[in-house]
């Protein structure tokens, strides 16, 4: 994980480097594409280009990790150069069909410990695959929602809105984007990603 070893700007300086940790999976580690073709990294040169020059994306994704997972190693991936962290952890538990409820208390318990160390946080839906049922789908669809209004967390509903299910812009496993893929997630969170940083920048009196 990235070390800041610049000192801090004055306060209130809108120019103050800010650190944004991608706490995920394989749709945040980049999947089977190049360095620079993964979501953290096409997020932060998006970032610069809307005028974010001293945000960092720190990709701290792992494919294959459920939501157990990422709780698991949640302290040491969410270093203390964070200041705010996006979350985007549950696709692996609904194709594995992890109970739902077991979802919802290990991403409840990491926003919990988040929000305690005063880092703010983007959550980034999911939704179940169809085939696992309506019952199972209710009940796992409707975990981030409930989290984040229960927690005053930033929502994004989909992660994977516009690009599911279009096959041009997933691997041939249909299941990860590809590169352009990726783009068009990060051309869609964006605004999302720009309240997360405002709401970073409040809290550091910047």
């Known amino acids: 994980l990235l070390s800041l070893s610049a000192a801090p700007l004055a306060a ?30 096409q997020l932060e040169k998006a970032l610069r280009e809307a005028g974010h020059d001293n ?3 720190v990709n701290a994704g792992v ?13 040491w991936a969410v270093g203390p150069e964070a200041d705010a962290v996006i979350v ?4 692996n538990d609904a194709l594995r069909a992890i109970d739902p409820e077991l979802t919802r208390r290990n991403l409840t318990e990491i926003v919990s410990r988040l929000k305690d160390r005063g880092l703010p946080v983007l ?5 179940a695959p169809p085939n ?25 509903p989909f992660f994977l809105d516009g690009v599911a299910g279009e096959r041009s812009l997933n691997l041939a496993d249909g299941i990860h984007p ?3 893929g990726g783009g068009i997630i990060v051309e869609r969170i964006l605004p999302k990603v720009e309240n997360l940083i405002a709401e970073a920048r409040e809290r550091k009196g910047g």
Do not use: H, K, Q
């Open 55 to 57: 945000v960092t994306v």
């Open 178 to 180: 590809t590169a352009e």
């Open 63 to 75: 494919s294959g990790d459920t939501s157990s997972g990422g709780l698991a190693r949640l302290d």
């Open 123 to 127: 959550l980034a839906g999911m939704l």
């Open 88 to 91: 985007e952890l549950g696709a």
């Open 12 to 41: 209130g300086n809108t120019d103050e480097r800010l650190t944004i940790v991608a706490l995920g999976d394989s749709l945040t580690a980049g999947y089977m594409l190049g360095p620079d073709e993964g979501f953290s990294s």
């Open 132 to 156: 696992l049922g309506r019952d199972y789908g209710e009940s796992f669809n409707s975990i981030y929602p409930d989290l984040a209004e229960s927690e005053g967390l930033i929502l994004y």
